[in-house]
């Protein structure tokens, strides 16, 4: 994905100019850790404006460091850095990297604190650029505000992985509230209050929103949810501080004592993040909140006051100790609420979504653009099914002891995967280094092939064979199942190498042998891999690359014609760019396809009438939104949806021409 670079004038000098920087002329950063702010911010609603002085404390961790490189949010102005003596420090800007770097006269003594202060100002509308593309993280508005820390609204180093404590000050015009992490205080300052936050363990303190008018507190498992919903989201407040506390009370069984049980949850806008965890905070946007209680988006982001707050990764390679024990959550809240069943079907969705991402170990996913699907894929998805396959190889029990002992063996600090790696090779009892280097350091997955043969035997029958796949270094243990005239037969085979040979005893007449039965290890099959052809092929559509979705979808065909999904996706592209001949003829392959998910039946006829309406053929139009109907499917409003237009026809909607 690229990003649209901005490139501004010099600022007017003061005492200190800052100037762009090419980036290409910069020299390798030094390495520092930021161990504490201390933040004094005045947000001005009216205005929109945010005015800051942030003394930052950091320590050298190079020899010879004469320079500190911060990202800071292009649209905040810096009128100077200064020393803890008050003496300036030059800084240059650098705003295609959103960095601000400070030159030392001397160099800093290497393990010795320094402070430096920053003063900056600007306007935070939500429209300017942000550094995540595409994703607004901060906005400042007459009746609300927040201000999150991928917004870079304070000088950040050493972003998601470099943990740090804050001391916050926030001054709002009266009628206003500030809702931060830490103990806070308030006090009245002339027409305005100051608000103060203290959090003196090392995590990420870095977000706050500005509120107006009474939460919502509600009551459940225990738990106190205090929230700030907005408009039409306001009714929902109640019925999602039942469901926060119920998630909450769920996971502190699993995971030990979460460093904040009691949470604000605090609505955005359209535009910012579904969702996004600060410690004992959750921001929801409004898409995010639903018209009912988004349970796999809470128990995402509850997860995550443990697994990013709680403990944090130890650099960006290591992001899926966050993103993925985030996403499996989804799977085991899914599991709690509507048992095997529902785990098994979202665990395949997300498997396929890992997939759509081979070529990248997990362990370098520091390649992939921040809050880019890839890194999504990679990270969240794919770690989640591997965190499954080692619960797998682990067993429950001793999964689950592992991910309580490494939340409270690595409380308030950051990890590795070879600290999460050790600590479940110890709760285990065994060497789980194959794994990792299967599954975190390597990438690709294998496509399993069975051959075997039945034998009869004094005692019964006998299955021999062996198991086949591409990837030479591969290790896993992998479940057998032999349906017989009998009781089925289960075997666990250590899967080593491109071919591993197995022999099974069983009393009665074996009928069908079946590789990994459960699907839980993550591999190719003709199934999966034309549900990840066509997944890959909606990310290109949401992004309006037509050419490429097709291509995608034309992948899934290539390995199965009746894909009444790839075909439902194509006529989908085609309807969008006005071709409707070629998108009816899609539809009419979707229905007579493999009707895979069956919701291609209903949707196919809706759409045909669609088109029928267009080209005015209304008799054709009402037969093909009756058929809709007569499939007696709602899915996503089918059955309103046909209603609506055998009432009326269907009206194709005209771009309006710039």
Known sequence: ???????????????????????????????????????????????????????????????????????LNNALSVSRVVDDKGKQIPASRNQQDFTVRLNFESSLPKGQPVTVTFYYDGRLSGQEESPVYGIKFAAIHPDFAYLMYPARWLPVSGYTTDRFAANMRVTVPAGYTVVASGIDSRQAVGDKNAFEFKFERPSFPASFAVVKGDPVKAQSEGVTTTLYFRGPEADMAQAYGQETGKVMSHFTGMFGLPPYANLTVVETEAGAPNGFAAPGLIFLSPRGIGREPNGRLLSNEVTRQWFEQLVSPASRNHLWLTNGLASYSELLWSEHLNGPGAFQSQLRDTMVEGLTIDNVPIVQAARLEDYSPELWALTGSKGAAVLNMLRYVMGDDKFFQALKTYAQQFAWKSASTDDFRKVAETVAGQDLGYFFIQWIESSGAPEFKLEYTIFRTQKGFRVMGKIAQDLDTFRMPVNLKIETEGNPEEKRVEVVGTSSEFSVDTFGKPKTVTIDPDGRVLRFSNQVRVAVAIRRGEEFAELSEFGEALQEYQKALTTNRTSSLAHYRIAEVYFLQNNYQSAANEFREALSGDLDPKWTEVWSHINLGKIFDITGQRERAVNEYNLGVRTKDNTQGAQEEAGKYLKKPYERQRRTEP
């Not at 920087?21 to 004094?40: C, F, H, L, S, T």
């Not at 005045?42 to 404390?57: C, F, G, H, M």
């Open 1 to 71: 994905m690229l990003l649209n670079l901005r490139h501004c004038a010099a600022a007017s000098a003061v005492t200190l100019l800052l100037f762009l920087v090419p980036a290409q002329a910069q020299e390798r950063r030094n390495r520092i850790d930021v161990d504490a702010y201390a933040i004094d911010a005045e947000v001005s609603p009216n205005t929109q404006t945010l005015t800051a002085k942030v003394t930052v404390r950091f320590v050298p961790l190079d020899d010879n460091t004469t320079s500190a490189s911060f990202e």
